[in-house]
């Protein structure tokens, strides 16, 4: 039984439902009674720092929809109690219904947040656009995942799937550890490279590059989880999937060549979402020590050699480029956040790398980056 006691006598009409515990009582509920059937699925995950995470899955159609970009993290079952737990479902193909919700269309707040049902124990988000909905349970450590039909699920879903409910499970928790936006590359014995910076600064073409070096590993490409302790900070990554639009794959002729297959997912702008842990599982790593912060920016005209720059910048800098789509992308995040993030870029140098002509010089120059930072 996944919840400690059998569903199947609160599976029935709730009666008036007056806040979050209520309301997430009758969701958890329908949940296990959708992730108790014989075609349930249970997956275990790395968490970081010793800590698992079990996602129980309502067949295997959703597992292989939403486990891909975190199967670099997969343990074997079984084993110690699980740290956090997730519950995923959707009512048209498991035939279980999920509660009306109680709120109405008045109190959705602008990400999605429902007014008056969020505190310091419960979130809840419906993303009207996505049709998912995100519960969390501080306390016991359970979320819940739903949506109508997984079928219909957008690409940034297939993604990253279960952001906020692994966003709230390191931020309610208070103990140094918390989810950024940002890329991270790395090498085996030198520590990792945070990559900052909007959509279109190069984030994205930098970590793919480093990618494909031999000496080079790929931490992460959108989100990644920071875990800040007294010795240093410690980049561990979430996903192991990257998305690519048309124009980035042109870059990687040996990228898109690899990853060209007729279980690609692609969304009507044209991205691709690659399954790194199927295709370069050789080339990822789960956790390094981070050594500095990078903010590339493509110039608007390139002139010159074209060469790489790195050029040094405060943390203040590194707080423009990583604490707003971090607190916008995240609904929950708030002052302790920033206060996060603001540690970070002042405990870590910080660098604008300019990015030059050719794509392939990248790793390169990044490794002679490297070997210069550890000489300080």
């Known amino acids: 039984m996944i919840v400690g006691c059998s569903v199947a006598s609160q599976y029935r009409a709730a009666p008036s439902i007056a806040g979050p515990a209520e309301y997430f009582e009758r969701a958890l509920a329908a949940s296990a009674a959708?992730?108790?059937?014989?075609e349930a699925i249970v997956r275990r995950i790395n968490l970081g720092a010793g800590r698992c995470g079990v996602l129980h899955f309502c067949d295997d159609t959703l597992e292989n929809l939403l486990f891909p970009p975190l199967a670099h993290q997969g343990v074997p079952n079984g084993g110690t109690k699980p740290d956090f737990k997730i519950l995923a479902w959707d009512s048209l193909h498991s035939g279980v219904p999920m509660w009306p919700p109680p709120w109405t269309t008045g109190d959705y707040l602008a990400r999605g947040e429902i007014a008056g049902y969020n505190d310091e124990r419960f979130r809840v988000v419906f993303n009207l656009d996505s049709g998912v909905l995100s519960f969390y349970d501080a306390d016991r450590q359970i979320g819940l995942w739903w949506t109508q039909d997984f079928a219909q699920l957008?690409?940034?879903e297939r993604a990253a799937p279960f952001l906020l409910l692994?966003?709230?499970?390191?931020?309610?928790?208070?103990?140094?550890?918390?989810?950024?936006?940002?890329?991270a590359i790395g090498t085996k014995n030198g520590g990792a490279l945070l990559l900052a910076g909007r959509s279109g600064s190069g984030k994205s073409t930098t970590a793919l590059a480093s990618l494909l070096d031999h000496?080079?590993?790929?931490?992460?490409?959108?989100?990644?989880?920071?875990?800040a302790e007294a010795e240093g900070a410690t980049v561990h990554s979430l996903y192991c999937s990257a998305k690519l639009d048309a124009k980035m794959l042109a870059n990687f002729p040996s990228l898109s060549h690899s990853v060209s297959s007729p279980d690609g997912w692609r969304d009507p702008q044209g991205k691709i979402l690659l399954d790194l842990h199927r295709f370069f599982p050789n080339r990822l790593r789960k956790e390094l020590a981070l050594r500095a912060i990078l903010l590339p920016r493509v110039p608007k005209e390139r002139i010159g050699s074209g060469r790489n720059r790195f050029i040094p910048v405060g943390a203040g800098?590194?707080?423009?480029?990583?604490?707003?789509?971090?607190?916008?992308?995240?609904?929950?995040?708030?002052?302790n956040n920033f206060r996060m993030i603001a540690a970070l870029t002042n405990r870590l140098p910080c660098f604008q790398l300019e990015l030059g002509r050719e794509v392939a010089g990248v790793p390169q120059s990044l490794h002679k980056f490297m070997k210069r930072l550890s000489s300080r």
């Open 317 to 335: 800098a590194a707080v423009r480029a990583l604490a707003p789509s971090t607190l916008f992308q995240l609904p929950g995040a708030g002052p």
């Open 166 to 183: 692994f966003h709230w499970w390191h931020s309610l928790r208070r103990e140094g550890s918390f989810l950024l936006h940002a890329a």
């Open 154 to 156: 957008p690409l940034y």
């Open 215 to 227: 000496e080079w590993f790929y931490v992460a490409d959108d989100y990644c989880v920071i875990r």
């Open 34 to 38: 959708a992730c108790e059937r014989p």
